[in-house]
């Protein structure tokens, strides 16, 4: 499919309407993920709003980038605890004299 047909959706960042390219089944979350960046940089302009549009979205990756890691180590966290968990549960019922 060339650009000139595939499909659009319109997304608003700071108050500037994009053009993106997106397939009508991922539209959904293009625009969510659009509102959330959309906050990000709106919190950022709040706090500043000397700084320029780029300097603000590189902000807000960097911020939403953090959150992502941050969110992803807790997961990687919580899985080891269950594995550790599974394990002990393991050993103590492998450690129970049968009757």
Known sequence: ????????????????????????????????????????????????????TERIAIMAALNITHELLEALEARRDGERSLDELSERLERALTDVPHR
């Open 1 to 52: 499919m060339s650009d000139a047909t595939r499909p659009t959706t319109d997304i608003t960042l700071l108050g500037r309407s994009y053009v993106i390219a997106c397939e009508p089944d991922e539209q959904d979350k293009l625009e969510r993920a659009a509102r959330y960046l959309d906050r990000a940089m709106s919190g950022i302009h709040a706090q500043n709003n000397l700084l320029g």
